[in-house]
Structures are given as structure tokens and as C-alpha cells.
């Protein structure tokens, strides 16, 4: 058996367009956050793990040199975990081995990204080699408007009902977002300015897309022993789950998604969950994009196949339903790449802490977090609990 | 929790560069261990690579390009950016967890589709200080190297022997990139890169593609008549901005003593049988020396003049030719520990040692003037 | 492998706004004044150039700026003739660290003009530029006194 | 000094120049191109028909080594209309990207879709829609890159 991990606590920068800032500052900014938040003497971290989404979008290479000193990781060993958008979920994975394994007690857990400074349209496109996918795939949207486009096909389910669907999602998330001190967006919108927004990539309008958001979480990650000393109430690693399908994106099937199943899948098993939506109180899930979301609550479990739109639309994933998700506004209204993935593990571990502050679930126990990454192609899946 | 990780199995592709295409590469390495190991793609338990976003690749997310290439389909897997070492270090936390049984270790780096190094490397530096005076690697390098020549008296010429004992070492070494004898006077001979570091002192632009099966104790002994087992790894980072740091103070002292620390290692001169170091550029080996404390700060010269880290020396130091002859700037220190492990295997062939190793160093830098260090220590 | 095959080449065209944040903007407001500004850490008092927001060391934030003087000695250097990547200047390139008086760490930049007696530890001053941008090259290099 | 509350931004463009190898297997799948054939694989483990043509199944993880020359007609399994530039766009905006699956192939294939006015989204909606057949058409000069078939048009 592995050592059991526990979450003590986080920091979170506030997200947004931060041109006030040079890059390793806006690092700092939330190290010190989190290392205020949750009263570590940083000389008894053990070592630094750091990631941000691809070198291509701060126009530096191997950021962790450039960071060395804002991650505190002077003197330390450090991991630079990188796995494009799951690399924040990833970094917390690579935390938890790192414990896991013995080899520390104590780590500084960072993701970053400044969105405003590069191309972030043009990033995506490097993600695909100049041979033949390339051309094809006009960045984010309109690789996730293929993918929702094929998922509504797929089920049948008619064009107007899965627009009222992400129109909730969206509706729901942007109202969250202003119960979130950190969160990017904070705008109040209504069904109309959604419905009627401009088109991204057919069908996917303004409000059902992220922005792009400069910003950084840090976290802190720690053994049994030293994370009760820390804190009366850790959030502890309960399931782990990750999973990549092939580069290819033509090669595999990206609605009834494998990796999204079999993430999830890990991480419920270890966790020991057998209905997911009956037995998590939040789950924090990636979602850039509305109409992907719903895919994600049906791999996940959360809904049959085919059916979370209605499910969407009978509330049971808003802040008073069954499941709630993305209290926090989620990626929807903030989206730091390197950071978000660490972002849904933050407020996942802080929903199961009663951390969340406004936007607390009561009595949470058990919460979920997602990244995805690649070519539509990664998902990492991490469940967390009060109880160990 | 796994008491112990082995080393199983490595594969590894020659240094030169080619025409061939980066996934195909992957994937033949990646096979040939699996292979080798008599598994199937199906049993590994994890995939950990080693790779660089854009710079170094030309693509963003590189990982997710040569995912199933290196048999990560479906697998919890995850990618480590920049040093080689840092993958092996994590896939071998992942197994000691308990979570997995194997792992394979992936280093990929196609340097004959990248610009020079120095041209990326430049990107190291920050906007708005650093790169407007116009560093790379390089001429870092030749700032480290005046240092080390002005305050510890080291002599051109002791650096000059490193190349000569390298690249001397590379000739009988099938996946050495460069393979030319060369005399200390030739490479004193040689152009500046940078004054004072000579051209010939640093390392050429290499391809690297390495895959390394791993496996919990109990695994690998089912796998292998021969694991050779994990006894200590550290690594440790320093300071970004040069200014900061003294050139010559760095992290490499920290980083071999957590590793010699896990080892139980007290006298390395005494218990170690040989070492693979990464020296980018000449010079850096013999300070590398006196960081891992095989000598007193300023006396590596004394060592190579004395022959002793030669390959018939006490301490034989990069029989493979190390980073001078092979220069894969990811995977390079992942090309140093599969040394160690065919030299304490008795596999290296030609340049088989011509006494047991038992216990082997693989180090891994990366980084201005060795800004992050990595050391890793196995044995028998 | 003998057969060759064809290459595909691609430039990667990197479009890029790096914001300076407050300290390299502080900076940059001294270079156009022909001031070279540095920051005192108000824990273990150490001034650093350029300045900072925070210290590396102790971590504390900093908002104590001081000028620093245009004078030092040469730390290490680096000289090359060639042509390269990145080269910000014609003719020989000269890039050192160079310790300024009163300061606790090193400048990086370049050094010109008569070079006839450069070595380590010769001292050096800082010649500008008559027209200043807020750019580290402002100061066009350091000369040999 | 007074503290700004504007900070400085430097703008730059990095413009890095990379020369990738294509290899045996792109090189034989472009030869294909100039005869108008499209190329792919058929794994001997799972018997998947693979296009483009590869040197290796990903997921039985055999090496490949077969060329079969594929349908250039096929269903088209979804599609999206980009009207935006971005780095690296194939073509001037409006242009639609499709997922074909070409006959008898077990994957899908990305290209363009045309041969229709695309100015207007509406009538591509109505004219574009996922489960329509489609045919590759070819550009008279080819280069032996992806960009040699034109677009795929849809079947009447």
C-alpha cells in the first residue's frame, strides 16, 4: 500500500490580464499566497514540483530556470512536470508519487501560465506537426466544436436543447465565478447575450468558450505525518486516474472518449466509489468549452450517454443540485493553462476542507478534479476526501 | 511500498544525426525494450518520458505527438521537461509508491531537426536583462570557465585532456555521435567559441532516443537473471540570474550529497567504479570532479594529469565518450545511466571496463553553467 | 538507413508582449535617466542589480531603490569575433559579469572599446548611449578605465 | 522613484527555424499523393485499416509495413467552420475542416470540405451535414504534401 497524501492547503494569484507583473512575479505572487494560507515554514519543504503548459507560450525556454527563485526552489530538487492543458492535474499526480514513494515529506506544488503574453491561438496550432494535422485543426474551438458536434449526432439529440443546455452551464458558471475571489471573468449575463453571442466555431458562441487568463496556483502536498501536523483538516488523495489515447485525432473515438472513461474509472476504483453521482458532494471538471462539459459528465458517470443535457437543465449539477460542479466558475471563467488543472485541485481539496468560502458546498466529504490535455487527447482525474 | 526499483532493460539509438522520421524512432526504440524484456506493451505499468516543448522540438506539447509511439496508449503516464534524469527519478517514484510494477523510461530529442543549440539556448535567458546582452549556453560557459581558470588555477591544457580522453573513449562506443582521436595540442589548436573555451571543448548537437524498462524488486528479478538496482538519487536547482550566482559554487554539491546520502556512500572516490557525467563542454568535468568530491575545490586538473578518471584509471570517468562525443540535450543524462548500466552488466562491448563494476554515477546538467544538476547512483 | 529522405522546413514565428512588472519598469525609468537603479533587501541588506521586487534569498518583497555606481571591476568574461544568434552588437562581442561598487552581486553586460588590457579584475565604467529607450542596451557597454 | 501604475511591455517575435525529416513512411504516403492515390496501412494484429499509412499500430504496437491504396470517397463524421485567421490556417477563412471516414478505412481522415460557397453559414449547414458522402478532389499541381488534395467535396 502506498502512503497515504494529504492536501494542506493552496494560494491562488488573481487571475486575469496581469500586465502589472513580470512573469516570475506573478509566480511569486502565489507561492507567497499559499505559503501565508497555510503557515509552512518553507524550509521544511522537501523539494518543488512546477509545470506550466508549453515554453512556447512565455517565450522562454525551460520556465523552471527563469522561476527558480520565485518557486523557492533555490537549493531544492524539483520535477517539471509537463503534459500541455492536464499539466496542472499532472502536477499534482507527480506530488503524489513523489510522497507516495517516501522520497519526501513536504512539497511545493506550482503551475503558471501568462496567456496575454504569447499567441495562444498560435501555440495551439505548434501543439500539431506541420505533415498533415495542421491545417485542420483551427486551434481549441474548433477542435472541441468537432468533437460536441459529433457527440449531439452521435445521441441525436436536437440542436436547440443542447444550446439551452450549454446556456445553462453557462449562466451557471459565470454567476459562480463571482463568488470566487480569483476567478477571471466576473460578468453577469443573461440567457439572451448568451444565445445570441458571436460565433467562435459553430455552434460554439463567446460565453460557451474560456478566456485566456494569466496566472498561477501553488499548493502544498504532504505525507500523513506532516500534513496533520499542519493542519486539522487535510483533504486527503483518495483516487488518482490518468490516461492518453493516440495523437491521431482521427484515430479513436472522442465521444464515448476512453481516456475520459478510464481515467475516471482508476480514480473511482481506488477511491472506492461505485456511483459517482450519488457518492461525490463537487466535483471540479475542466471545462473550457460548455458543450464538452456535458460530454465529460457522461464519461465520468455523472449522467447516462446521451442524457446530461437533461439532466443539466433539471439542475442537478448547479450549486444547489445532486452534483454540483465548478462552484469556483471553473475554467470556464478562468483559464491560466499550466495552472487550471492545479486550480480544480486547489478548490476541490478546499470544498472537502470547508475552505471555499462563498462558494462552499455544505458538508462536502468527496470531490473530484479533471484536466485535460493534448490533442483532445489526455484526461487526468483526481478524487479527494476529508477522511483518509 | 516497492523496497527497491531495478533497471531491466535499455535500448538506445547512435547519436548521429538522420533523415528519419521522429515517430518512427520512438517507436523502434521503444519496442526494441520491450522486446528485450520479453513483455508485452499491454504489462508496462506506467510510461514516463523525457522531452522539451518547441524549443527543442519544434512542437508544443511534444509529449502528446509521440504518446503512443512510446507504448503510452491508455496508460497512466506523464512527461518530465528538460532532463532525462528527472523522468527516470519519477518513474522510479511512481514504482516505489506501490502503484506500478513497471515503468518505462522514455528521453527523445531529434537534434537534427532543431537550430543550433546555442540558438535555443538563448531563450533561456529572461526578456528583459539577460537576453538583450545576448548569452547562450556557450559564452556562459567560457564566463564559467575564465572563473575556473583565474581562481583554481586549472590550465588549458588539463581541460584540453578531458576532449582527448573523451572523445578517445568514444571510438570503440557504437552510439557515440562524434568518432575522431584527437590530441590535447589539436584542441588547443582549435578556434575560440567564446575566449577562453575552445571549440573543440564543446559538445556537438546530437539525435537521442533512449527507452529504459524499470520494475519493482520482485518484478525485476522475474524479468531479469541481472537487475541493477537504484541506491540514490538528488538533484537541486540554483539561482536564474548569473549575477547571483558564483559560477563556480553551484548546486552539484547538493544534489550528490541527498544522492550519496540515500547510496550510503561516504568515500565516493573510494566507493564508486566509475561515473558518467555530463560535460557540455570540457572544462565542466573537472569541476564536476570537485563537486561530487572526488577532490578538493580546485585540483580536478590534478586527476585527469594523473590519469586516474582514464579508462584504465582508479575511477573511470565517461567510457562512453560521455556528452563531448553524444550530445542529445534532453536524453543526454538518460544516455549516462544506460552506460552505467551496461558497463556494471558487462554489456558495453568494445568499451566494456576490463574490471567489475559494481556500483556506477550517472549525472545529468541542464541549464546556464549547470543552473540544475541531477545524480543518480546504481549497483548491483 | 541509407536512402534520404526529404526535409520539411518551418519557421516558428513566436509573436510575444512580455510585461516588465514593477521592478524591470523601475529599472528601465533609471536606464533613461542614465541611472543605473538596484534594490536593498531591508532583511539581509544586500543590494542587487538590477533591482527586484524580492529578494531571492529571503523572500521578502522590496520596494528600497538606490542608484548604483557606474563603476566596478571586471568578475569574469567571454570574448568572441563571430557572428551568432542572438548577437546584440557589430565586431567583437564582449559579455561580463562585472561587480559594481557597493553592490552584493554581479552585472551582466557587455564591455568595449580599447580592449587592450582586459582581464579579470580590471576596472571598468559604464558608457551610455546619447539617446536612452528604457532598454539595457542604453548603456552602450563598459569600458576599460 | 515613484512607483508606476503602468508597467513597461517589450514586444518581440521569436522566429525559430526547424527542418523536420519526413521518413520512409510520409515519403512513400506524398509519392502517393502525385498519383492521386491515397495511401494507408492495415495492421496485421487487429486488421484495422490505418490512414494516413504507418510504420506502426498504436495500439497493438506491431510494426507496419504495408501500403494499401484507400477509397477517395467516404461518410463524413463531423466538421466544423472556422472564420477566423490563425497561424498556421490552410486557407483564407471561411473554410470547413472534416472528419471522413474514406470506405473500408477503420479511422477518420482530416481535410478540408468545399466545392460550396462558404460565405454564408446558413446554407453550409444546410448543404454540410454529418453522415453526407464525400469524394476527394485534387489540385493539378502537387507538391507531395497534404495540401494536394484540394478539399473533399460533398457526393450529389
Known sequence: ?388 | MSKRVGIVEVAMLPGAETKDYFLDQVFRVTKEVIDKAGISREEIGTVVSASTDLFHSGQSCANAYYWDAGAALLKNGSRQDGESLFAFAYAAMRILSGKFDTALVLGVCKGSENPENDMLTHFYTDPFYQRPIGINETSVAALQKRQYLDRCKITQEQCAKVVAKNLGNALKNPYAHVKKRVSVDQVLGSAYAYDPLFEMECGPKSEGFIAMLLASEDKAKKLTKTPVWLKGYGSSMDSFYLGDRDLLEGQLPNAAKRAYAMAGIDKPLKEIDMMELCEPYAFQELLWYEDLGLCKRGEGGKLIDKGLTALEGKLPVNPSGGVLANNPYIPRGLYRLAECFLQIRGQAGEHQLDRPVKTALAHGTHGFAGQCHAVTIIGV | ?145 | ?156
Open chain 1, 1 to 388: 500500500m502506498a502512503r497515504p497524501v494529504g492536501i494542506v492547503g493552496s494560494g491562488q494569484t488573481h487571475h486575469g490580464r496581469r500586465f502589472d507583473l513580470a512573469y516570475p512575479e506573478l509566480v511569486s505572487e502565489a507561492v507567497e499566497a499559499c505559503l501565508k494560507n497555510t503557515g509552512v515554514d518553507p524550509k521544511d519543504i522537501d523539494g518543488v514540483v512546477y509545470g506550466s503548459m508549453p515554453s512556447m507560450m512565455e517565450g522562454v525556454a525551460l520556465t523552471h530556470f527563469y522561476f527558480a527563485d520565485a518557486l523557492r526552489s533555490v537549493g531544492l530538487p524539483i520535477l517539471k512536470t509537463e503534459t500541455c492543458g492536464s499539466t496542472g492535474i499532472s502536477l499534482a499526480i507527480t506530488a503524489y508519487y513523489w510522497i507516495a514513494s517516501g522520497m519526501a515529506d513536504l512539497l511545493l506544488v506550482v503551475g503558471s501560465e501568462k496567456m496575454n503574453e504569447g499567441d495562444s491561438q498560435a501555440t495551439m496550432t505548434s501543439i500539431l506537426e506541420p505533415f498533415y494535422q495542421m491545417y485542420f485543426i483551427s486551434g481549441a474551438p474548433g477542435i472541441f466544436s468537432l468533437q460536441s458536434q459529433s457527440w449531439a449526432e452521435r445521441f441525436k439529440i436536437p440542436a436547440d436543447k443542447v444550446r439551452e443546455a450549454a446556456t445553462r452551464l453557462s449562466l451557471d458558471h459565470h454567476n459562480d465565478a463571482f463568488d470566487n475571489p480569483y476567478a477571471h471573468i466576473k460578468q453577469r449575463l443573461t440567457e439572451e447575450q448568451i444565445n445570441t453571442a458571436r460565433v467562435i466555431t459553430y455552434p460554439i458562441r463567446l460565453w460557451d468558450v474560456c478566456p485566456n487568463s494569466d496566472g498561477a496556483c501553488a499548493m502544498i502536498m504532504a505525507s500523513e505525518k506532516m500534513a496533520k501536523k499542519l493542519t486539522k483538516k487535510p483533504a486527503w488523495v483518495k483516487g488518482i486516474g490518468y490516461a492518453g489515447d493516440e495523437y491521431w485525432f482521427g484515430d479513436s473515438d472522442k465521444v464515448m472518449w476512453q481516456t475520459a472513461i478510464q481515467a475516471s474509472k482508476q480514480a473511482y476504483a481506488m477511491a472506492g466509489i461505485k456511483n459517482p453521482r450519488k457518492e461525490l458532494d463537487v466535483a471540479e471538471v475542466y471545462n473550457p468549452f460548455t458543450y464538452q462539459e456535458m460530454l465529460f459528465y457522461e464519461c465520468f458517470g455523472f449522467a447516462e450517454f446521451g442524457k446530461a443535457c437533461d439532466l443539466v437543465l433539471k439542475g442537478t449539477f448547479s450549486r444547489d443540485g445532486e452534483l454540483p460542479c465548478d462552484p469556483s466558475g471553473g475554467t470556464l471563467c478562468t483559464n491560466p493553462i499550466g495552472a487550471t488543472g492545479l486550480i480544480r485541485v486547489a478548490e476541490a481539496a478546499m470544498q472537502v476542507q470547508g475552505q471555499a468560502g462563498d462558494h462552499q458546498i455544505p458538508g462536502a466529504k468527496t470531490s473530484l478534479a479533471h484536466a485535460m490535455g493534448g490533442v483532445v487527447q489526455y484526461n487526468g482525474v483526481m478524487i479527494l476526501g476529508s477522511e483518509k
Open chain 3, 1 to 145: 538507413m541509407n536512402k534520404e529522405f526529404k526535409t520539411f522546413k518551418k519557421v516558428l514565428e513566436l509573436p510575444h508582449k512580455y510585461g516588465a512588472g514593477p521592478a524591470f519598469t523601475a529599472f528601465y525609468d533609471g536606464l533613461r535617466e542614465g541611472k543605473i537603479m538596484g534594490t536593498k533587501c531591508p532583511e539581509c541588506g544586500k543590494v542587487l542589480v538590477p533591482g527586484r521586487s524580492m529578494c531571492p534569498k529571503c523572500h521578502v518583497a522590496i520596494d528600497k531603490w538606490v542608484e548604483i555606481k557606474q563603476k566596478g571591476s571586471i568578475v569574469s568574461w567571454a570574448q568572441t569575433d563571430q557572428d551568432f544568434f542572438g548577437k546584440p552588437c557589430e565586431g567583437t562581442y564582449t559579455v561580463a559579469l562585472i561587480r559594481l561598487d557597493g553592490a552584493g552581486c554581479d552585472f551582466l553586460h557587455l564591455v568595449g572599446g580599447n580592449l587592450k588590457k582586459l582581464k579579470t579584475g580590471a576596472k571598468v565604467q559604464a558608457v551610455w548611449n546619447e539617446e536612452k529607450k528604457g532598454h539595457m542596451l542604453d548603456i552602450k557597454y563598459f569600458e576599460l578605465v
Open chain 4, 1 to 156: 522613484m515613484e512607483k508606476k501604475t503602468e508597467c513597461d511591455v517589450i514586444q518581440d517575435t521569436l522566429a525559430v527555424p526547424y527542418e523536420l525529416a519526413y521518413g520512409p513512411t510520409w515519403t512513400r504516403f506524398f509519392e502517393g499523393f502525385q498519383q492521386e492515390k491515397i495511401l494507408g496501412s492495415r495492421c496485421q494484429g487487429c486488421g484495422r485499416v490505418l490512414v494516413p499509412a504507418r510504420s506502426y499500430c498504436p495500439r497493438c504496437f506491431v510494426e507496419l509495413n504495408n501500403f494499401v491504396e484507400v477509397s477517395q470517397e467516404g461518410t463524413l463524421m463531423g466538421w466544423v467552420l472556422t472564420d477566423y485567421r490563425y497561424y498556421g490556417m490552410p486557407t483564407e477563412p471561411p473554410f470547413v475542416s472534416g472528419f471522413i471516414k474514406l470506405d473500408g478505412t477503420d479511422c477518420n481522415f482530416l481535410h478540408l470540405i468545399g466545392g460550396i460557397d462558404l460565405t454564408d453559414p446558413d446554407e453550409v449547414r444546410r448543404k454540410i451535414k454529418t453522415g453526407i458522402k464525400v469524394r476527394a478532389v485534387w489540385n493539378k499541381d502537387k507538391r507531395g504534401q497534404i495540401m494536394d488534395i484540394k478539399y473533399f467535396t460533398p457526393v450529389k
